[in-house]
């Protein structure tokens, strides 16, 4: 039995006992990220919860996670047969010009929040072998179905990423990245021997909430039986190959939406083409092994709150008022939405079985105008929080109204956190890599938006605070476990 390393002793970090708090997740991945050792736990016994971690602290390390008031308890006895050595995940998030902002930074916000500190890659650098020093590729949606070749006007980036998958390397896809991973059209990658009913005209599905009924198994661990999930035209599987699981089917529609793309999910369409078929797919045969979401997981409570915006709460504000409307739409947890666990759940499975990868031999990533700082960020906010249309007059204004404020408020205690740990992401390659990409991408979109709707207005500025939060927190742990707190 394998037992703590160096000056390091065995804890035992779970889930339950932290109130499910994502920041069991940010402790580990950043403890991880720093070289420890760290098990996931398969089955529930007397002690242990199924999802719950096994992971070496020192003295600081442990006081520097209850600094976050995670509760740890020491481990005396040897590790269980089951529990599964993790290796530290060194992601890749394909964040090109085919996934730009907003696109890719829904996955940004939530790997960061888990504690993840990821490179930026488009087509160009993966032909180049950015690769080579990763170990997890993250396809977000957004870069449709055409391959990345196609997508990005490259060669060779489609090949380095069957490359990768082949020699061990892992994926994750959500909509448009599942399409890729999935077989039917010419540069997928087959990785998982499903065919999408929709290959090419996939727009034939729809917009909305979706509610997923989940399968026992490693996705699972942690979640509820069912769960709510944004869905924006993924592939929908109703036959599948070997070498899959299906860890999660389609229940029912929740919600339909028409945010950013006006084409709701009918639900008609949905009962024939959707209930009971995969929506979460484990692929683990000789072309690589990979979690391909039809949903989008990483939008999570952001996208569902503004889905809900437009509908659930346009439809209930006549019969129960601005009050309770206000108070649905202010309790939605945007950097901890339930469903970051179900990311968190397809990482850690990958990792098991994962080639170690070092981060910090990793080439330039995606280039940039030039860097930005604290300021430039938190001035674009400034500046989309102040471009916010007045939102009219009556209940559905005054709601809308106080959604802006509530962000606003938000903004200025961020910035002042951020301040302190500015110097840290500056000379983290990953945290700098992705914090430049961001800010320039985030930059050049709300430069050259077209008009949107204040739902979306709202929605990007949300988003946009959350990341700067999220890679807050990033920082200020990683500095805490350094012992420069």
């Known amino acids: ?247 999660a089917t389609f229940r029912e529609l929740a919600l339909p939406g028409r945010l950013a793309i006006d084409n709701p999910l009918d639900r008609d369409k949905f009962e024939r083409d959707m209930a009971g078929n995969a929506a979460i797919l484990l692929a683990t045969g000789n072309r690589g092994r990979a979690v391909l979401f039809s949903p989008h997981p990483e939008m999570g409570d952001l996208i569902r709150k503004y889905i809900a915006l437009d509908g659930y709460v346009r439809h209930y504000l006549p019969i129960r008022g601005v009050g309770t409307m206000r108070d649905t739409l202010r309790h939605y947890r945007i950097c901890d939405s339930p469903s970051f666990r179900l990311v968190q759940n397809a990482i850690d499975e990958l990792m098991i079985m994962a080639p170690t990868s070092n981060a910090a031999a990793a080439p330039s990533a995606i280039a940039v105008a030039s860097a930005r700082g604290n300021g430039d960020v938190i001035a674009l906010c400034r500046r989309e929080a102040a471009a916010l249309p007045d939102f009219g007059a009556g209940d559905e204004g005054d709601l809308l109204r106080d959604v802006a404020a509530r962000a606003g408020q938000r903004i200025k205690p961020v910035s002042e956190r951020f301040v302190r740990v500015m110097k840290h992401v500056a000379e983290s390659s990953a945290l700098r890599a992705s914090w430049d990409h961001m800010a320039a991408t985030m930059e050049e979109h709300f430069d050259t938006a077209s008009e949107r709707a204040p739902a979306q207005q709202l929605m990007e500025l949300e988003l946009s605070i959350a990341l700067v939060e999220c890679w807050t927190r990033v920082a200020e742990l990683d500095l805490a476990l350094a012992g420069h707190a």
Request: proline share 6%; aromatic share 10%; net charge neutral.
């Open 1 to 247: 039995m394998p037992h703590a390393h160096g000056g390091a002793k065995l804890y035992h970090l779970g889930w339950r006992a932290n109130g499910d708090s994502f920041d069991v997740a940010l402790a580990v991945n950043r403890i991880l990220a720093a070289g420890a050792h760290a098990w996931r736990v398969r089955a529930t016994s007397n002690q242990l919860d199924a999802g719950d971690y096994l992971i070496e602290l020192t003295a600081s390390q442990r006081a520097a996670i209850a600094g976050l008031g995670l509760k740890s308890a020491a481990w005396e006895g040897a590790i269980p047969r089951e529990a599964q050595a993790l290796n530290a995940a060194v992601p890749l998030l394909f964040a090109g010009t085919a996934s730009r902002f907003p696109y890719y930074a829904y996955y940004a916000l939530c790997l960061l929040r888990l504690g993840f500190a990821y490179r930026p890659c488009d087509g160009a650098t993966l032909s180049r072998g950015a690769l080579d020093h990763a170990n997890l590729l993250i396809l977000p949606g957004g870069f449709s179905n055409w391959g990345i070749d196609n997508a990005e006007s490259v060669q060779g980036a489609d090949a380095r990423v069957r490359d990768f998958l082949a020699q061990g390397g892992a994926a994750i896809g959500s909509c448009g990245g599942a399409y890729y991973l999935s077989m039917g059209r010419p540069g997928w990658t087959g990785t998982a021997q499903a065919k999408p009913l929709y290959t090419h005209e996939y727009l034939q599905s729809g917009v909305g909430v979706v509610t997923l009924e989940m399968r026992k198994g490693p996705l699972a661990l942690g979640c509820p039986p069912t769960m709510e999930v944004p869905y924006y035209h993924g592939p929908i599987y109703d036959l599948v190959g070997p070498d899959i699981d299906v860890a």
